[in-house]
């Protein structure tokens, strides 16, 4: 493997970080790395707040169930998907826009999915660590108005970065067979089997946190329970009508 696959291959979610602070012009070399990513026609639906004022990181660490680590990080960031930006542009420039649609809404996802990709991977090679923040969305209103989101943009997650202060395995992903599928799709009943097992054994020996669980059982919840069901209504009010 070459170290770019090396590199990917080692990530992991870091959730407790050192007092050291990534320099300015580092971040700012992250987020160009973002911003290299792929995108959808160009149309770069995408949003960046850096989170700096301490009390309303300690406020957006509540409003994600309380993820300390959002206050303790060196930086964190909101990446926000944004149709705002595209569709003025487009206006000024003479169109009859049409606001709200649902491929609008996923193409401003994806976007900053892909930023955001970029903008990992790219602070991994600088020894950084990170951590995905999707409780951004448990409390999305709230989120908006601390960050004054305007109509048509909207917060898809947040991303803690610093300097690791802890070790912890990389965690086991399922096995390619599970997810390439030649031609048609096919089931992976065996495959999600094995991986069940896998996991257990990797929950029981990680040097953190162990118990006695599954893949597919820790999936349950996910499905026995309506997750955030306010995101639809929450997305229409940002403007997104899902036409």
Not at 164 to 190: H, N, S, W
């Amino acid at each position: 493997m070459n170290p770019v696959i090396e590199l990917l291959n080692a990530h992991r979610s870091i959730r407790r970080f050192t007092d050291r602070k990534i320099a300015p012009e580092l971040l700012r070399e992250l987020i160009q790395a973002g911003q290299s990513a792929a995108t959808s026609s160009h149309v770069q639906a995408y949003s960046v707040i850096h989170v700096k004022n301490p009390a309303n990181r300690e406020t957006l660490a509540e409003l994600a169930g309380g993820q300390d680590y959002i206050a303790t990080c060196s930086d964190f960031l909101v990446f926000c998907a944004d149709m705002k930006r595209p569709a003025e542009a487009a206006e000024r420039a003479g169109a009859d826009a049409t606001r709200g649609m649902t491929e609008q809404l996923l193409v401003a996802s994806v976007d900053a999915a892909l930023m955001a990709q970029n903008v990992v991977v790219a602070a991994e090679s600088e020894g950084l660590g990170i951590c995905y923040i999707g409780g951004i969305r448990n409390n999305p209103q709230a989120v908006s108005d601390l960050l004054r989101l305007p109509e048509h943009v909207y917060p898809v997650f947040g991303l803690c970065l610093g300097y690791p202060d802890q070790t912890p395995e990389v965690k086991p992903r399922l096995p390619v067979e599970a997810i390439l599928k030649e031609d048609y799709y096919r089931d992976d009943q065996a495959q999600v089997d094995a991986f069940d097992a896998t996991m257990r054994e990797y929950y029981q020996a990680r040097s953190s946190t162990q118990k006695d669980t599954t893949w597919s059982q820790n999936l349950m919840p996910l499905f026995e329970h309506k997750v955030r069901p306010h995101m639809r209504d929450f997305l229409i009010s940002r403007g997104f009508e899902m036409k």
